[in-house]
């Protein structure tokens, strides 16, 4: 008890939020088109919302407090937007194909087989793999001044003139500025709260081929490649060695547990993570476990809170929310590109890595991420057959 009190820190706990801010705002309108085009009414769209805040929130605090490393979870992104273009699939049969995803997930973790295909990325790789996927978020803040010049500008100087006077609280810093000038600039749109509690909703799971086919694979799919292997190279590249087995392990017991209310999929994040691991969570990498714990709070709130925090988060402008998100993920790019380029016998695979998966390329419904690896280690084993 008294040692995370000890550890706790202003610095790790906006870490949190902003991680919590940025993966909610970034993509919650997706889940809301997932559970729509399941035929989802406004108390099972709002359980959703509760299995999936409650699902991060728990296994981002219990992973990081027994590790003591920044393990942050998230849902399933391309999973969502897998659902979303989905048709046909009644939700009972949804649920179903949800528990053979988890099942498929658990077996890949307790068998330690995804944690085996891990080992074999060099930190190269991994590294390149990190900037790439993040690097499109540094991207979309220097974009956003088109549109909101004084909002982002402001926090741009301000993150700058924290990082030279208080470099511990450059980004809360930045924060407290881009709330402000929105709020200044009448951007802020507090309408869309709704002050209510979620409750569950359970959907007793039906299964059919269809759904099995259609839904259940491709989930379990884009779930591991495009989020797990970023998630577990995120973690590789910013130095921590967290238990890869046992996290997808629990990953997928919550997913188990929680899909008949509409936990769909839970994995490793790695963009959110990134913003709890870097140098802006705190000083002492030993202590940016509790940004992740602090963001597991964060989450079990918007659960259980349902509408009112989904509002709440949705009522920052997006420019903020880009702006915020690419200040926080400088430091973190620019160490995983250092990384990446570090070796000269990587450097070639590291760069293809980096370029295919910041390109966004996306082939049979896969994303960036995986080729990039895949691309990576193509140029790796190329120049091994070389070598020899």
């Known amino acids: 008890m008294t040692s995370w009190l000890r550890d706790l820190s202003v610095s790790a706990v906006v870490a949190g939020f902003v991680a919590v801010l940025v993966g909610f705002t970034s993509s919650v309108a997706i889940v809301f088109q997932a559970a729509q085009a399941l035929g989802a009414t406004p108390a099972q769209t709002s359980s959703w919302m509760w299995a999936l ?8 605090l219990g992973l990081s407090l027994w590790s003591r490393q920044p393990v942050l979870t998230a849902w399933s992104t391309p999973g969502a937007a897998l659902i979303a273009a989905t048709s046909g699939i ?18 890949f973790g307790t068998t330690g087989w995804f944690e085996r295909l891990m080992d074999r990325i060099p930190l190269a790789v991994a590294s390149a793999l990190l900037a790439g996927v993040l690097a499109r978020f540094g991207l979309d803040a220097v974009l956003t001044v088109k549109t909101a010049p004084l909002l982002v500008l402001s926090m741009a100087a301000a993150y700058l003139l924290g990082k030279r006077l208080w470099p511990r609280y450059a980004v809360p810093g930045v924060l407290l500025v881009g709330v402000a000038v929105a709020a200044g600039q009448g951007r802020l749109h507090w309408g ?6 979620a409750q569950p909703v359970w959907t007793t799971p039906a299964f059919s081929v269809a759904a099995l086919i259609g839904v259940a694979l491709p989930l379990f799919l884009v779930t591991m490649a495009s989020q797990n ?3 577990v190279a995120a973690q590789r590249a910013s130095g921590y060695r967290a238990p890869v087995s046992r ?7 919550a997913s188990l547990l929680l899909a008949p209310f509409g936990g ?19 000083a002492d990498p030993r202590r940016r476990y509790l940004a992740a714990c602090a963001a597991g709070v964060f989450y079990i709130a918007v659960g259980l809170a349902g509408g009112a925090v989904v509002g709440l988060l949705v009522a920052f402008p997006r420019e903020l929310v880009a702006a915020i998100a690419g200040l926080a993920l400088l430091g ?12 000269e016998k990587h450097r070639d695979a590291a760069i293809l890595t980096f370029l295919v998966t910041l390109s966004g390329l996306n082939l ?14 193509v140029a790796l084993l190329v120049q091994h057959l070389r070598s020899r």
């Not at 009644?90 to 997930?105: K, N, R, S, Y």
């Not at 869309?192 to 509690?197: M, Q, S």
């Not at 769909?264 to 705190?282: R, V, W």
């Open 229 to 231: 292997l970023p998630g």
């Open 264 to 282: 769909y999929a839970f994995n490793l994040a790695a963009i959110t993570a990134a913003i709890c691991m870097g140098p802006e969570a705190h």
């Open 247 to 253: 996290s997808i392990t629990v990953t997928g017991l």
């Open 90 to 107: 009644p939700m009972a049969e949804a649920i179903g194909a949800f528990l053979v995803c988890a099942a498929l997930i658990i077996l």
């Open 53 to 60: 805040g409650l699902g991060m929130g728990v296994t981002s």
């Open 364 to 377: 049979l419904g896969i994303g960036s991420a995986f080729w990039g690896v895949v691309a990576g280690s």
């Open 332 to 343: 973190t790019i620019a160490g995983g590109l250092s990384a990446a380029l570090k070796e």
């Open 192 to 197: 869309a709260v709704e002050w209510a509690w």
